[in-house]
């Protein structure tokens, strides 16, 4: 069985740091996409960033570019987002998903990634 958690979440003020780490058991990061997706209450699920194991591509939605990045650690089955700058809108819970490919046609579409996480809440205050 595949599970995927999230950590690292918390409450934290604007201009602030958060590194969200997601685990993996029964499933290996190392040749699967990977995504981070957030939902705010009332939104639909967005993507935040990818990256796809293929070649390491990275994706980043326009509202996170410059302030959040995406990583892995083969070593460790985990993959993270760290998260500068934060801002009282990036307030959601924050999913990792995988997908079954090494890559994805749309990086931050939802609907190709297979596996998901709990979610882990982020909030900043202003």
């Known amino acids: 069985e595949v599970q995927l958690v999230e950590s690292g979440g918390g409450l934290v003020q604007a201009g602030g740091s958060l590194r969200l780490s997601c685990a993996a058991s029964?499933?290996?990061?190392?040749?699967?996409?990977t995504g981070w997706f957030r939902q705010a209450p009332g939104k639909e699920r967005e993507g935040v960033s990818s990256?796809?194991?293929?070649?390491?591509?990275?994706y980043y939605a326009d509202s996170v570019k410059g302030r959040f990045t995406i990583s892995s650690d083969n070593a460790k089955n985990t993959v993270y987002l760290q998260m500068n700058s934060l801002k009282p809108e990036d307030t959601a819970v924050y999913y990792c998903?995988?997908?079954?490919?090494?890559?994805?046609?749309?990086?931050?579409?939802?609907?190709?990634?297979?596996?998901w996480g709990q979610g882990t809440q982020v909030t900043v205050s202003s």
């Open positions: 029964g499933f290996t990061f190392d040749g699967h996409a």
């Open positions: 998903a995988a997908s079954d490919e090494d890559t994805v046609v749309k990086a931050l579409s939802r609907v190709w990634y297979d596996y």
């Open positions: 990256i796809m194991s293929s070649d390491g591509s990275t």
